[in-house]
């Protein structure tokens, strides 16, 4: 079965840290993925794509993050932490004409 | 450009009415929008996808005659939800793809309608 895993509910970082929200995927073909943040009762703020190219993906506010094959994986990543980077973070990735998301991983920077 | 709007913004309502969410795309034409729910605390459940001028597709599980779906033009999609019960209560959020865009896969998100029924 298609899907996508966020495999932490919660990353905690301090703001200037380094982050890293992990994303792992199981799709058919060449992945088409996605990083999406949403803040509460608001809708899904796209961040950054990888469809094809460069492992290495930059994307809004500072973020990027890499594609690696081997490992199926879709890591985002931010060098510094801001306190407004808290969130809800999700990656998605493409399958037959649909997203598919991943359950979703609460950021948190604590000043 | 690429937004969508979505109104209401938030909606309260008796138990056994009906409820009218508007999509909008405003500066873009989608022939296909996507219907999501998020339940507090979960990820985004693919609802539906409605395709401009035919009948909706939904997800397994969906009950069609509950929530009806039209896309009456290139910019707008509507999801009702009748005779709603507490147990539909959520956040629901639409998307649209641009027709004329670079990139066929994107999808653009509304803000989401919080629904509430009582």
């Known amino acids: 079965a298609q899907s996508v895993a966020q495999p932490e509910d919660q990353v905690n970082v301090a703001e200037g840290n380094p982050l890293t929200v992990k994303c792992t995927y199981s799709?058919?073909?060449?992945?088409?993925l996605f990083w999406y943040v949403q803040y509460p009762n608001r809708g899904l703020q796209f961040l950054l794509k990888?469809?094809?190219?460069?492992?290495l993906v930059k994307g809004s506010y500072g973020f990027e993050a890499e594609f690696n094959k081997s490992q199926t994986s879709f890591h985002l990543k931010k060098p510094s932490a801001l306190v407004s980077d808290s969130a809800l973070y999700f990656c998605?990735?493409?399958?037959?004409?649909?997203?598919?998301f991943g359950t979703g991983t609460r950021l948190q920077v604590f000043p | 450009g690429a937004v969508v709007s979505q109104h209401p913004s938030w909606v309260i309502c008796k138990s056994g009415t009906s409820v009218k969410i508007e999509c909008r795309s405003l500066?873009?034409?989608?022939?296909?929008m996507f219907w999501y729910r998020q339940f507090p605390k979960q990820s985004l459940m693919l609802m539906a996808t409605?395709?401009?001028?035919?009948?909706?597709?939904?997800e397994q599980g969906v009950e069609k005659d509950k929530f009806l779906i039209n896309h009456a033009s290139l910019t707008l999609s509507t999801l009702t939800v009748t005779s709603a019960h507490p147990e539909d209560s959520s956040f629901y959020i639409c998307?649209?793809?641009?027709?004329?865009?670079?990139?066929?896969?994107?999808?653009?998100f509304g803000p989401g309608t919080r629904l509430t029924v009582l």
């Open positions: 500066d873009f034409q989608a022939t296909t």
């Open positions: 409605s395709n401009e001028g035919s009948k909706a597709t939904y």
């Open positions: 998307s649209a793809r641009d027709l004329g865009g670079l990139d066929y896969n994107e999808q653009f």
């Open positions: 799709v058919s073909g060449n992945p088409y």
């Open positions: 990888y469809i094809t190219g460069d492992n």
């Open positions: 998605a990735a493409y399958n037959t004409d649909k997203l598919i």
